[in-house]
């Protein structure tokens, strides 16, 4: 293994934004290697191999990882296994989610937040310090939840100087929420937390939390961003839903989803704990920013 390349580790990448991420990164840096984080082995392996066979010369730069981020023995295996190769990481971009329609409030939350918790503490002591970048794949559902939360909700959302602890009682509060029969949104207006979205809420979450990780650790690049209204398994629900194509919604391919993520892992960046749009511009926690739109200020 050539000990001058840059590592990152990119979670969820198997297929869709992840394998996209994956694909623009061995193209654009070549003096990176990525490793592919994958929860199932097998898919992970013909996802390598799909990469390889159009492109033999990445073979030299890319090696799967199997990570399943819901479950804690599997990721600190996975941490494990790239610890062992006496390396740093470069950056990790936690990709892996789940969906609205692939389970209960607790387990998009276990998987989308506190998955992405779980892998961001196991990966830390081997991103490098200074200058290695945490990015953190959220969605722009995030802010469009936090605008429908109440103000003390929304202040709470938003506060670059949220703690931990706070932020676990949060959690503990939501996941308090889901209710055995699968009726999640049940008690969130009472609470001043929305509309109750499974999704949205797990993403506004990873934003919080990309706060705190860039507040504790400044000498690291930590920030989330939005890949922006991609065709993917996760999205084409929807347009089945609505008797429609994927263009016909206005759903992008899996490569326009990499723009952000790259600009974050490689471009000069100020500030630190942001929310990117799929432009790759700053974009406000509270409410939504289109495309194009002006650049977020505070």
């Given at each position: 293994m050539n000990q001058d390349l840059r590592r990152v580790l990119v979670t969820g990448a198997n297929k869709g934004i992840g394998l996209a991420i994956v694909e623009a990164i061995l193209e654009h840096a070549e003096d990176t290697r990525v490793f592919l984080g994958s929860r199932d082995e097998a898919r992970g392996r013909?996802?390598?191999?799909?990469?390889?066979?159009?492109?033999?010369?990445?073979?030299?730069?890319?090696?799967?990882?199997?990570?399943?981020?819901?479950?804690?023995?599997?990721?600190?295996?996975?941490?494990?296994?790239?610890?062992?190769?006496?390396?740093?990481?470069?950056?990790l971009v936690n990709n892996a989610a789940i969906g609205v329609g692939s389970g209960t409030l607790r387990s998009i939350l276990?998987?989308?937040t506190l998955g992405l918790r779980r892998v961001t503490e196991a990966f830390l002591p081997l991103v490098q310090k200074p200058g290695?970048?945490?990015?953190?794949i959220s969605s722009a559902s995030g802010p469009l939840f936090v605008s429908s939360?109440?103000?003390?909700?929304?202040?709470?959302?938003?506060?670059?100087?949220?703690?931990r602890e706070r932020f676990g009682a949060l959690v503990d509060e939501c996941l308090a929420l889901s209710r055995p029969e699968g009726d999640d949104g049940a008690g969130f207006a009472a609470r001043g937390?929305?509309?109750?979205?499974?999704?949205?809420?797990?993403?506004?979450?990873?934003?919080?939390?990309?706060?705190?990780?860039a507040r504790e650790h400044p000498e690291l690049h930590v920030n989330a961003c939005t890949p922006g209204f991609i065709a993917t398994d996760m999205t084409r629900a929807y347009a089945d839903a609505a008797g429609k194509s994927p263009e016909e919604m206005g759903m992008k391919p899996p490569s326009s989803g990499a723009k952000a993520p790259a600009h974050l892992l490689f471009a000069e960046l100020e500030g630190n704990g942001r929310f990117y749009g799929s432009d790759a511009k700053r974009s406000p926690?509270?409410?939504?920013r289109a495309p194009g739109s002006p650049t977020y200020v505070d």
């Open positions: 013909d996802a390598v191999a799909s990469l390889v066979a159009a492109h033999p010369a990445w073979s030299t730069r890319l090696e799967l990882v199997p990570i399943d981020v819901a479950r804690e023995d599997s990721v600190s295996a996975a941490a494990a296994s790239v610890r062992a190769r006496g390396v740093e990481l470069y950056g276990e998987t989308n290695g970048r945490i990015v953190n939360c109440s103000p003390e909700r929304q202040r709470e959302l938003v506060d670059a100087s949220i703690t937390l929305g509309d109750g979205s499974a999704y949205g809420l797990s993403k506004a979450l990873v934003n919080a939390y990309t706060m705190i990780v926690l509270d409410r939504y």
